[in-house]
């Protein structure tokens, strides 16, 4: 099993940044892929970033390529999102998640804010 818990959101400013951290408990931390998604109100929660178990490999979504920055320490079990020049459409909650194959834990989110 595989606990997540998220922190680092607040209210912030559009062009300005944030960062989330994801705090994992468990041993096998460092063998799982680790994510961020987010949702928006009235909206599906959609994939942001993902990053491999050696972090090696990420991935982002289009629309905050360029902007965020996926990483992760595993000898601290955490993984990061740096969220740069934040627009107001990035407000959400966004959420950790972790997986072998597949993204099977989640945290409860963190709410992200980006006034215009």
């Known amino acids: 099993q595989v606990q997540l818990v998220e922190s680092g959101g607040g209210l912030v400013q559009a062009g300005g940044s944030l960062r989330l951290s994801c705090a994992a408990s468990?041993?096998?931390?460092?063998?799982?892929?680790m994510g961020w998604f987010r949702q928006a109100p009235g909206k599906e929660r959609e994939f942001v970033a993902d990053?491999?178990?050696?972090?090696?490999?990420?991935y982002y979504a289009d629309s905050v390529k360029g902007r965020f920055t996926i990483s992760r320490n595993n000898a601290k079990n955490t993984v990061y999102l740096q969220m740069n020049s934040l627009k107001p459409e990035d407000t959400a909650v966004y959420y950790c998640?972790?997986?072998?194959?597949?993204?099977?834990?989640w945290g409860q989110g963190t709410q992200v804010t980006v006034s215009s």
């Open positions: 998640t972790a997986g072998a194959l597949n993204y099977d834990y």
């Open positions: 468990g041993r096998t931390f460092s063998r799982y892929r």
């Open positions: 990053i491999s178990w050696s972090g090696g490999k990420t």
